[in-house]
């Protein structure tokens, strides 16, 4: 009989979760049933940050050195590590050096690599059907509000609601109109705001005259969503059209204008005050030198500008020449890897066919028939404890059967959630014709823009090594292999790009 550990780790993704115990329980109950002896049992019980920081895990690291152990076990996959880059970091490590594998007791599916590719993909092709599909939908919206019906949905305050003569398919159709009392309220907000009053002096002075909002008494966060609001005026885009006929105005435009003026300087002056300049490397930048992680670091010129770098963290202790990189210059640079790494076909092929392997092992048959079987294992356990639970009458042995039916229950839901997403995408078959066009499409986002830079990198960088000459990306679609490119330093130019290929990869 093979040894194995188990690891559980609480997790506050998702709204249905397992506890600990749970968790643990149900490892249990699967190694049973595959024939593994479990020797000892890992438990992270306080909310952790990365995996450097969680002390049972790297225990359980330690401990793998001794090669007691052949498998490592956890509730879902993601109970293993936080990101992609950590899964497939630590599994290669310890399959290639001890022999050990990770399993999961819900999920038959690894989380190698194509997964993150596939997501991203899986979002875009749902964004592409979400616009379609309001096209459709507001090409009804636009006639309905064309001629000042009210379509549903959220009513503005200061508004409400009166029954028209005509009838529709839900029934008699309505019509917004000015709710008087309301609207008087949302005029002192707009013109006070506009002379200059803070927002917290409105809400006292409301509050002090009676008012209330909800039946309870204002707070100056009730007014961020009203004036911004367009509605007042009485006009509104939906789309590209200008809707002129569902709200009438309570408040007139030079009032609104000087409102969004305010807004607009109060936003900049807040924003310079507490901007946080994000790192959107960190964790995934390592030195090339001494291979530690390279951290933030901040530096101020003579005249008080600004100057952000990643630095090398034994750099900071005198124990590594590496110098500093210009923060903006790496993170732009690494997502201009990225993006001629796809612009090549061989290598979009080769990438494409990783999203198509990930999907057709995440939905095949196989998955789907275990995810079955658990679900049948599930409700046997239910059933059997619910039967000891009717039939004993010691209170004591009630309560660890009923904590026993909860976590089994809670295992049911999950279970039943992966069943439905995979029958879910097992009926939007996914090609490798697809998967090409959504990279053409990817590669045409502005490296210079910050939120590109961070959905790049997020989804596909694994991590990065930068030494004084070069910098080498690693991706999440094709683990071991990189994208090497040579820096001059005097001159900060690049030389010829180069695909290495440490795994024998022949595309």
């Known amino acids: 009989m093979k040894n194995a550990v188990i690891y559980a780790r609480f997790s506050s993704h998702g709204q249905n979760e397992q506890t600990i115990d749970g968790q643990v329980n149900i490892c249990r109950d ?14 992270e019980k306080a909310k952790t940050g990365t995996n450097d920081h969680r002390p049972a895990f790297q225990a359980m690291i330690r401990d793998a050195m001794g090669d007691n152990f052949q498998y490592i076990i956890v509730y879902m996959l993601d109970r293993f590590a936080r990101n992609r880059r950590d899964s497939i970091m630590y599994k290669e490590m310890l399959k290639q050096e001890h022999g050990i594998r990770v399993l999961s007791a819900t999920q038959q599916i690894s989380d190698d690599e194509g997964g993150e590719l596939y997501e991203m993909f899986t979002e875009w092709n749902d964004e592409k059907y979400s616009k379609r599909l309001s096209k459709r939908v507001h090409n009804g919206l636009d006639m309905s509000v064309e001629n000042g019906t009210f379509t549903g949905g ?23 109109v000015i709710d008087e009392p309301k609207a008087a309220i949302i005029r002192y907000v707009f013109t006070e705001y506009a002379k200059g009053v803070d927002k917290k002096d409105i809400a006292h002075a409301l509050n002090t005259n009676g008012e209330r909002f909800n039946g309870k008494p204002f707070h100056f966060r009730s007014f961020d969503n009203w004036l911004y609001n367009r509605k007042y005026t009485g006009k509104f885009n939906l789309g590209k059209r200008v809707c002129d006929k569902q709200y009438p105005p309570i408040i007139d435009e030079i009032t609104f204008e ?8 109060n936003r900049h002056l807040s924003g310079s005050k ?24 901040v530096g101020t010129s003579r005249d008080g500008t600004k100057h952000y770098y990643y630095v090398c963290n034994h750099k900071r202790k005198g124990q590594c020449t590496k110098t500093r990189e210009d923060k903006d210059f790496l993170e732009k640079y690494v997502t201009e890897q990225v993006c001629e790494f796809l612009s090549d076909p061989v290598n979009v092929d080769y990438a494409a066919q990783c999203v198509v392997d990930f999907y057709e092992q995440r939905t095949s048959t196989d998955e789907l028939k275990s995810i079955e079987t658990k679900i049948t294992q599930t409700q046997l356990a239910v059933e059997k404890y619910t039967v000891a639970f009717v039939e004993t009458d010691n209170q004591l042995l009630k309560l660890n059967i009923e904590k026993k ?3 089994y229950e809670r295992l049911l839901v999950d279970l039943e959630k992966q069943k439905a997403q995979i ?33 790049i990198i997020d989804k596909l960088v694994l991590w990065v090594e930068v030494d004084d000459k070069s910098i080498t990306s690693y991706f ?9 490119n040579t820096r001059q330093k005097e001159t900060n130019e690049f030389m010829t790009y180069v695909f290495e290929n440490k795994h024998a990869w022949q595309g």
Do not use: W
């Open 405 to 407: 039916m909860k976590e």
């Open 154 to 176: 959220h009513l503005l305050y200061g508004y409400k609601l009166v029954d028209t003569d005509r009838k529709g398919k839900s029934g008699t159709i309505h019509k917004v």
């Open 423 to 455: 029958i879910l995408e097992r009926g939007q078959k996914v090609t490798k014709a697809q998967i090409t066009n959504f990279i053409a499409d990817l590669i045409k986002g502005e490296p210079n823009d910050k939120d590109y830079q961070k959905q």
């Open 258 to 265: 000087k409102v969004q003026q305010r807004l607009h300087r």
């Open 274 to 297: 507490n901007a946080v300049e994000p790192y959107l490397l960190t964790g995934k930048a390592f030195c090339g030198i001494c291979h530690t992680p390279m951290t933030s670091d």
């Open 476 to 484: 999440t679609f094709g683990a071991g292999k990189n994208y090497l």
């Open 30 to 43: 699967y190694a049973e049933r595959m024939g593994l002896h479990v020797i000892k049992v890992y438990e």
